[in-house]
């Protein structure tokens, strides 16, 4: 049976959009399954691994596992994919229970970070592998084989071995050996990490391109924040064994939820203080007032937060303003200030990395400015400046 993959392109659901049951229907029904862990812990020995995990990811969304190495990552995907049992918990994969299903009874296929191709095989020989296992007869292997090599651009190269191909075409094979088996779910473990900078990039967006293509669910770990940012439709920021925030790649970089997420995932500037005063603004958000050591008072946006707790407010180093003389006073009175002493100047292409050092707290920050507007500024190392910056960009975080 052919696999209309022009049908299918056609019939894509929007996956940033994967939040209503109609799209999830939709992608159930091009055979998607969403995964769900409930209470998910993995000990071994008396090391916990992964403890009281509970993460629901819709059917045909592309979701990034993202921390630091050892926080729990490929465990839970090892978990998901049947390669590790549960200490205790349940895993779902659509509505059925899994936990007792050896990985080949999962409907899941799993991407590894070395491709994992079997070196004396040809590219037909490995891509056909899955099917002959399953018995797949001849005559629909050779038909699934060579749509799916056709599809990443690499029907030519059925005969040639593992080794006469380049690193993205490997890629693209281990890819292809994946899908082949028609899985609901496809796992991914740093699929990118042997690739050049260069391509990484471009399997990037191939790969999000055949997840939209073929409207599967894809797990992927990586501690790349850039990758995943570009990939996902949910990204599950996690640390030592728990996860500390669920959230879109754009919710995520507005908003993130703790000290360790906006540390990890963009170089945030970040304060800690008591909090001394909350006053009511937009009927969203509270003005929330930190007194912080050495500064005084620093403002954020919060909610419902209780007067007298020791917290945190976080800034990106996009959002801090350099004050010049000329420059107007903002019309929202909170705002805040700091004097500051240029560090280090670092040019990185388009952006400009400053990192300055706080005259009162010696806090290090950074700030991140166009390269042609840092141009125009005429600044250098050693200067003192005023750095400002709204209470609205600045997110308050609870302890
Ligand atoms: P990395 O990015 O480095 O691959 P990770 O986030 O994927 O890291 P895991 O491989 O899931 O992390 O490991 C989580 C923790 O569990 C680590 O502290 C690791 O040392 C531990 N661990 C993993 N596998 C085993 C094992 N088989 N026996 C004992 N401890 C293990």
Redesign the pocket.
């Known amino acids: 049976m052919a696999l209309d993959t022009q049908n299918l392109a056609s019939t894509q659901p929007k996956l940033s959009q994967l939040d209503t049951a109609g799209d999830i229907q939709e992608a159930v029904a091009r055979g998607a399954a969403g995964v769900s862990l409930r209470s998910v812990t993995k000990k071994?020995?008396n090391?916990t691994?992964?403890e009281n995990l509970t993460l629901d990811i819709p059917a045909g969304s592309y979701c990034c596992l993202l921390?630091?190495?050892?926080?729990?990552?490929?465990?839970?995907l090892?978990m998901v994919a049947g390669h590790e049992p549960v200490t205790n918990g349940d895993v779902y994969i659509g509505d059925r229970r899994v936990n007792a299903l050896p990985p080949a009874k999962r409907n899941t296929a799993m991407m590894f970070q070395n491709y994992a191709l079997f070196p004396h095989k040809t590219v037909w020989q490995n891509v056909e592998f899955g099917l002959r296992m399953r018995g797949i007869n001849t005559a629909e292997r050779q038909v699934r084989v060579s749509e799916i090599l056709e599809l990443v651009g690499l029907g030519h190269t059925g005969d040639r071995k593992p080794d006469q191909l380049s690193g993205g075409q490997q890629q693209r094979i281990a890819l292809a050996r994946a899908l082949v088996t028609r899985p609901q779910v496809l796992m991914l473990d740093?699929p990118l990490s042997a690739l050049d900078e260069n391509l990484r990039v471009r399997m990037r967006s191939e790969l999000r391109n055949i997840q939209k293509q073929f409207g599967l669910t894809f797990i992927q770990?990586t501690?790349h924040v850039e990758e995943a940012f570009s990939l996902s439709d949910q990204i599950v920021v996690?640390d030592h064994?728990h996860i500390d925030q669920v959230a879109t790649p754009t919710e995520l970089f507005e908003a993130p939820a703790s000290r360790f997420v906006a540390r990890f995932i963009g170089d945030n500037n970040i304060f800690e203080g008591k909090v001394v005063n909350v006053i009511p603004d937009d009927g969203t958000f509270d003005v929330i007032e930190l007194d912080v050591e050495g500064l005084g008072s620093v403002f954020s946006r919060g909610q419902a937060v209780p007067v007298g707790q020791t917290a945190a407010c976080s800034v990106r180093p996009d959002l801090l303003a350099i004050v010049t003389s000329s420059e107007e006073q903002s019309s929202f009175t909170k705002d805040n200030h700091l004097t500051a002493r240029i560090v280090d100047v670092e040019l990185t292409g388009y952006v400009t990395r400053v990192g300055l050092l706080s005259e009162a707290t010696g806090q290090e920050l950074l700030y991140k400015v166009r390269t042609s507007d840092w141009s125009r500024m005429g600044l250098s190392e050693g200067q003192v400046v005023m750095l400002r910056w709204s209470a609205h960009d600045c997110v308050f975080l609870p302890y």
């Not at 921390?67 to 839970?76: F, Y």
Request: proline content about 5%.
């Open positions: 071994y020995g090391f691994a992964i921390g630091p190495s050892g926080c729990g990552k490929t465990t839970t090892r740093e770990v501690h996690m064994g």
